[in-house]
C-alpha cells in the first residue's frame, strides 16, 4: 500500500531507540525525509546510521532535550516546516504519589504534556497553511486504563489527550489531522527497565517478568515495536484524513472493552 508519503518532511522526537526509532524507520521505509530527535547524540547517530543503511532516506539527527525550549528550536531549525510531526518522550518515574514533590510533577506534565502541545503550536498553522499536516502523539495504554504506579504518567498524558481531542476538531478541515497511539507493553528499554526492578523486588530473572506479562496477553507476546512503527507511519498516511483525533490503543488486546 502506497501511504503517499515519499518526499513529505517529518520530525520524530525521541527517536534514538524504541518506538521512536520504530516509527521513524517507518517512514523512512515511506521515503519521507526525517529529523530525529534524542539526548543522545551517540544513539542517535548510530539510528540515523541504521535507518540510512535499510532505507536510503535522508536523516538529520539533533541532539537535545525536547521537554525545553532549546531542545525544541534546535529540531525546528533543522526542519522548520514539516509535513508530520510524531511527538514522543520518555515517561515519567514508576513510583508512589506519596514519595513525588511538585518539581516531579512540573518535570512530567512539561514532558508528557507541554512539550508536544508547544511543538504542535510551532507546526499547525504551517500545516494548515500548506493543506497538509499529520501529527501523532505517542502516549499510553494508561490514558484509557490508568495504571497505579504510573500516577504521573497517567495524568500528564491524560491531559494531553484532552488537549487534542478539541485542537484535533479545529484543523480537520485544512487536512491536517491530529492523532494518538496508546502503546501497552512493548519490548523497549522502558519496559525492560520495569521489569528489572520487580525482578529485583522479588528476587526472580528479568525475563520471567517479562514472560508474565506476556502470558497476561490476549496474544501470549509483547508487543514488537516495529509494528508500532508501521500503525504510527499508516497514521501519518495522507490517505487517512477522515481518521480524526482517534486513540489507537495498541496493547494486544489487555484492555477487555466491547468498545475499544
Known amino acids: 500500500m502506497d501511504l503517499g508519503l515519499k518526499g513529505k518532511k517529518a520530525i520524530v522526537c525521541a527517536a ?30 548510530r539510528t540515523a546510521d541504521e535507518i540510512r543503511k535499510e532505507t536510503g532516506a535522508n536523516v538529520t ?25 510524531v511527538n514522543n518522550a520518555g515517561g515519567p518515574p514508576h513510583g508512589d504519589f506519596r514519595d513525588w514533590t511538585r518539581e516531579d510533577w512540573i518535570k512530567a506534565v512539561d514532558q508528557n504534556m507541554l512539550a508536544p502541545i508547544f511543538l504542535i503550536k510551532s ?15 505517542i502516549t499510553s495504554a494508561s490514558v484509557k486504563s490508568p495504571i497505579p504506579n504510573l500516577g504521573m504518567s497517567n495524568g500528564a498524558r491524560a491531559g494531553l489527550t484532552g488537549f487534542v481531542a478539541g485542537l484535533a476538531r479545529q484543523v480537520a478541515r485544512h487536512n491536517v489531522v491530529i492523532n494518538n497511539i496508546l502503546p501497552g507493553p512493548f519490548l523497549t528499554d522502558r519496559l525492560r527497565s520495569g521489569a528489572m526492578a520487580t525482578a529485583k523486588q522479588r528476587n526472580v530473572p528479568v525475563d520471567e517478568i517479562i514472560a508474565e506479562r506476556a502470558a497476561g496477553s490476549p496474544t501470549g507476546r509483547v508487543g514488537i515495536p516495529a509494528e508500532f512503527g508501521d500503525a504510527c507511519a499508516f497514521l501519518c498516511s495522507a490517505n487517512i484524513g477522515f481518521i480524526v483525533g482517534h486513540n489507537l490503543l495498541l496493547d494486544g488486546g489487555n484492555f477487555n472493552s466491547s468498545i475499544a
Open 123 to 137: 507546526v499547525v498553522d504551517g500545516m494548515v497553511e500548506r493543506k497538509f499536516g499529520r501529527i501523532v502523539n
Open 61 to 85: 539527527v539533533v541532539a537535545g532535550d525536547i521537554s525545553t525550549e532549546e531542545g525544541r528550536a534546535a529540531a525546528l531549525a533543522a526542519c522548520p516546516a514539516p509535513d508530520i510531526l
Open 16 to 45: 534514538s531507540k524504541g518506538l521512536g526509532r520504530a516509527c521513524a524507520m517507518s517512514l523512512a521505509r515511506e521515503g519521507v525525509d526525517l529529523v530525529i530527535t534524542a539526548r543522545t547524540l551517540s544513539d542517535l547517530e
